[in-house]
């Protein structure tokens, strides 16, 4: 088996995993809010990881982060997350998952290597959520990060139970918007 690649120091990633077989992976709000739980915590255990961004959605989520020590190996990080939350899936719906593995892949991970992908990332990861058809306007979709980055966006619903990431940008949208032509998913 090759030798994965370390997370370097100081790069961002662009995170994210999706559930077996495309299965649904949250199913109410207090199965959001118990993620959002998880992840807090172990973003706490784990202060070497910044999370930027995120967007979390009925099978799979996405997320932005920052590794901020040499050689950590970002992929412990990511298997408590997933186990923990694999496990509370099971314990709470006990027969509607046939095998522990729930998550499709250990995780998938790109490199952030210049400021336009980055921004391009920022978009597509906030506003998955109409990417997928899950709601017409992003304002009604409650478990993304975008409420955080952009002040200018207004939420209309309450946020069960979000993390507070680690990264702001005045006007971030409206400047990407502007410069960048042709954005498509």
């Not at 997370?7 to 959001?32: A, C, M, P, S, T």
Request: proline share 3%; glycine share 2%; with cysteine.
């Amino acid at each position: 088996m090759p030798k994965r690649k370390p997370f370097e120091e100081n790069w961002v990633y662009h995170i994210y995993n999706r559930g077996l077989e495309k299965q649904k992976l949250f199913f109410n709000k207090y199965d959001y809010e118990k993620f959002f739980r998880n992840l807090e915590k172990f973003l706490n255990d784990f202060k070497n990881i910044k999370l930027l961004s995120y967007c979390v959605l009925p099978n799979h989520f996405h997320f932005i982060i920052q590794n901020k020590e040499e050689w950590f190996d970002l992929s412990n990080f990511m298997r408590q997350i997933q186990s923990s939350y694999a496990k509370y899936l099971v314990e709470k719906y006990k027969g509607s998952f046939w095998k522990w593995q729930i998550f499709e892949w250990r995780f998938n991970s790109k490199q952030i290597t210049s400021e336009k992908y980055f921004n391009k990332c920022l978009y597509y990861v906030n506003y998955n959520a109409i990417k997928h058809w899950i709601v017409d306007k992003i304002e009604d979709y409650p478990y993304s990060s975008l409420f955080q980055l952009d002040p200018g966006v207004q939420q209309n619903k309450t946020t069960p139970g979000s993390v507070r990431v680690n990264f702001s940008l005045e006007n971030w949208l409206q400047e990407f918007i502007e410069n960048f032509e042709d954005f498509e998913f």
